[in-house]
């Protein structure tokens, strides 16, 4: 993607935007050799926080303490945004937060509804990442290319902010 500059409120404007609508990305701890792994994110407005649900029978759930160090990768559905963000991941159980999100996919994982055992929440505060917005759609991409080809220059796909997500809303 061409570095376009986009301002950091405009590219958190949409990454909150499209993560509502599209809300799975990949979530790993952020030290070596660690895995992510597809979580489905819930987006907790007042606090700017996403949460997850998850097992606590998990090798994720066992490798994460207090403040532990995470990544949380997205790429919308409708490829308009893509996000790296750092952030720190804690277990949390809050049921208020469990009541909120359940539905009928949650509830696949928990053959005890809500009162599983294994059923455990993760709360990822975001702090610092990089958000690309590519808003052209399909045909304005078809022209940059088309452009960048007969004009032997790059295409311009977007923009691309460096952002600070911890409670800057």
Avoid at 20 to 37: I, V
Avoid at 83 to 89: K, Q
Wanted: with cysteine; aromatic share 12%.
């Amino acid at each position: 993607m061409a570095d376009t500059r986009l301002s950091p409120a405009e590219a958190e404007t949409e990454f909150w935007k499209h993560l509502e609508k599209s809300n799975t990305g990949m979530l790993g701890l952020d030290r070596p050799g660690y895995h992510s792994q597809p979580m489905t994110a819930f987006h907790d407005e007042a606090t700017d926080t996403i949460w997850f649900f998850t097992r606590d029978d998990t090798d994720l759930v066992r490798d994460v303490g207090e403040g532990t160090s995470a990544m949380f990768t997205y790429a919308a559905r409708d490829q308009h945004v893509f996000a790296c963000i750092h952030g720190t991941l804690m277990r949390h159980n809050d049921r208020e937060k469990i009541d909120r999100w359940w539905n009928p996919v949650v509830a696949a994982w928990y053959p005890d509804g809500k009162d599983d055992p294994h059923l455990t929440m993760l709360q990822f505060t975001p702090g610092d990442g990089r958000i690309w917005v590519a808003d052209k759609g399909a045909f304005g991409f078809a022209y940059e290319i088309l452009k960048a080809n007969i004009t032997k220059t790059t295409p311009d796909s977007g923009g691309v902010a460096d952002v600070n997500l911890g409670g800057t809303r």
